[in-house]
């Protein structure tokens, strides 16, 4: 505890450049070590009816090659860790960063999609949309009857009758690569894979934008943002959609944190038709930049125009896509709703509950199930309000990523890639003790899905993973609570409390989202 409570962390240690540089080599090195034992696994351990184009075949059994996943896995691991000790040495600049992020990340682009098959859902999706139909009305099973039972067989048949829980734009974006390819099921959920590429680079650019404009390392936070194993494992190898979206809503929240909040709000809605989570970042951006503006009828106004600006971005998508308004439906959240994960705390709560006064069965789960997920989705609403009421220009990149950490917690479904959508933010405000709350969330997401896509932690021992979050909560208050001292050296104004006279409601500081 005291040391992550510490002011400046010793992992973080500046050092000498002479022993940076091999130093970063050799962690880099390493990093490459096992990137290449994952790409030369993942074509045998990716699991279903489709033959990947990138598929070694070391001629090793199934349990064999996921013990030399899992190493390349603790290798790329402990490379980040290692690299992040060099990360405020002085030496290092996010471009050097992105070189290594470069040799990691790519390779596993192009490698079999291991950890889910989400991809092969979003290409059912896709053509369905390419078709002519609406994927929001017409579940994947359609496909066996309009000829394309090979892209219906690559779908995990637990999802082959759900319909789509994704944005317009990301379908849309989908159909075109089929339309392009003629439906070739490993090129078009390669080049569906790619798609994240964008998103990735976008973090890449934005994160230390991000961080300077907030008076913080950039370098640290293109660490903390890119390199880590929970984007490398659970978005860039699956290649999630979740990429894209975190990719956009970076750009969008940089740009008005730059006096661009109109830019920033358009990209941010556009993320949110990847994936509607990024519209919490549209509220913030708003919220923040109506409240810079000291009259009432001035605030009215700012909001106004950010609400017509989503609006019109919303719906110049959708009128692409051709969808109809249906997409914004219990629909999207429909299809996270049937998973029931141990780690999902409405979900764990339930079968505990369930536990200790019956057996923990799927079906003894259900009705409290049920009732746990409406008193989370409730609880959710309120912090999030609460955070938007308490946002400020010091404070509001922050309070958005604890919201979409607590948005991921709060849901139906807690996929471990879920908290990459706050971490991606939090991560260029970092503190020592959230850093190291950082790297906690991120080591064990990254290793809690198994390669085929199934969680490591089933749902009857989720009583052991309550105690764990009541633990987790308790400590995280004890090394996170205000203690009323001086702020340590190098923390910035914005990074301070608000002010009494902005509690009391007179007009904030000039806002970095003013324009």
């Given amino acids: 505890m005291p040391a992550l409570a510490a002011g400046k962390s010793r992992l973080f240690a500046p050092s000498n450049p002479a022993t940076t540089w091999p130093a970063v080599v050799g962690w880099g090195l390493l990093g490459v070590v096992g990137t290449a034992a994952m790409v030369l696994t993942a074509g045998q351990l990716t699991g279903g009816s489709v033959r990947w184009w990138l598929d070694a075949r070391l001629g090793v059994s199934g349990s064999g090659a996921e013990v030399i996943l899992y190493a390349g896995m603790i290798a790329l691991t402990v490379a980040w860790l290692g690299l992040g000790r060099w990360a405020r040495s002085g030496v290092l600049t996010p471009r050097i960063l992105w070189i290594v992020g470069a040799l990691w990340a790519v390779p ?45 067989a690559a779908v995990d048949t637990f999802w082959q009758h759900t319909t789509a829980p994704y944005g317009p734009l990301f379908l849309q974006l989908v159909s075109w690569i089929v339309g392009a390819t003629g439906s070739h099921v490993v090129l078009d959920a390669q080049l569906i894979k790619l798609l994240g590429l964008v998103g990735l680079i976008l973090i890449a650019v934005c994160a ?138 409405s979900s764990g709560l339930a079968c505990t509950v369930a536990t200790a006064t019956s057996a923990c069965t799927r079906s003894g789960i259900a009705t409290l199930q ?5 008193v989370f989705g409730a609880l959710t609403i309120l912090l999030v309000l609460e955070l938007l009421r308490r946002a400020r220009p010091g404070n509001a990149v922050r309070y958005a990523g604890v919201a979409l950490i607590a948005l991921a917690l709060g849901g139906p479904a807690a996929w471990p890639w879920y908290f990459v959508w706050g971490l991606a933010l939090l991560a260029a405000t970092p503190t020592a003790r959230a850093v190291g709350w950082s790297v906690v969330i991120i080591v064990a997401g990254a290793f809690v899905v198994k390669p085929s896509g199934i969680l490591a932690v089933p749902l009857e021992s989720a009583p052991w993973v309550i105690g764990v979050y009541v633990c987790a909560a308790i400590a995280a208050w004890y090394t996170l609570r205000p203690n009323g001292r001086r702020p340590a050296a190098g923390v910035t104004a914005l990074e301070q409390p608000d002010s009494g006279a902005d509690r009391a409601g007179a007009p904030p500081p000039e806002s970095v989202l003013a324009k």
């Fill in 108 to 152: 596993l682009f192009l490698a079999a999609p291991v950890f889910s098959r989400d991809v092969y859902s979003y290409l059912a999706q896709g053509t369905i949309l390419h078709l002519g139909h609406n994927p929001y009305h017409d579940q994947p099973v359609i496909l066996g009857q309009l000829g394309q039972p090979h892209v219906l």
């Fill in 208 to 345: 230390p934008r991000l961080a300077r404009a907030l008076g913080h390392d950039p370098v640290r936070a293109t660490w903390l943002a890119i390199l880590n194993p929970l984007v490398l494992f659970a978005l860039v190898t699956p290649g999630h959609n979740d990429l894209l979206m975190v990719g956009l809503m970076v750009a969008g929240v940089t740009l008005a944190v730059e006096r661009r909040p109109l830019l920033g709000i358009i990209v941010c809605a556009l993320a949110a038709t990847i994936k509607l989570p990024a519209l919490l970042a549209v509220a913030f951006i708003a919220v923040v930049w109506a409240r810079s503006e000291p009259a009432v009828a001035g605030r009215v106004k700012r909001l106004a125009w950010a609400a017509v600006v989503t609006l019109v971005v919303l719906g110049i998508v959708t009128l692409v896509a051709g969808v109809g308004a249906s997409w914004i439906t219990s629909t999207l959240f429909s299809a996270p709703a049937r998973v029931k994960l141990a780690i999902t705390p």
């Fill in 370 to 374: 049920t009732v746990f997920r409406g």
